[in-house]
């Protein structure tokens, strides 16, 4: 999936994405996000929940934390248990802001490729794998 600001990009950088979003339609192994921000991605949701709301298909007060995630751009997965942050990275960085409220950190200081091969110590206090964790 490509941004959906891709209209802002360079028109050739964006024949080049569209020829590959065309050649990947039908793969649905890894979700890649070019261009992705995650305050962009909460805008958009946002304005797509006003314009419901405008055309009076909600009501502003009904409005809740539930109503959010629907317009987001991948609203089927689920949100990540575990965030890893390589590298020394201390921060989010823009990365599934509204999903990852409630997420788990783990912050370490080698590089994602490296944490492998020189880790000796669990990733989790507890020890756990999760199928909802995310490296960045």
Known sequence: MFS?????????LQAVLQRAQE??????????????????????AVRAVARRAQQGERQPDAIDKT?????????DLPDPDLLIRTAGEMRVS??????????ELEHHPVLGLDLGST???PLSPTNRTSANSVQC
């Not at 959906?4 to 050739?12: A, G, R, T, V």
């Not at 050649?23 to 958009?44: K, M, Q, S």
């Open 67 to 75: 109503t959010i995630p629907a317009p987001l751009y991948q609203p």
């Open 23 to 44: 050649l990947t339609a039908h793969n649905r192994r890894i979700p890649l996000h070019v261009g992705y921000g995650g305050r962009a991605e909460i805008v958009d």
């Open 119 to 121: 880790r000796s110590t």
């Open 94 to 103: 823009n990365f599934l802001l509204w999903q990852t409220a409630s997420t």
């Open 4 to 12: 959906e600001h891709l209209h802002e990009w360079h028109p050739e």
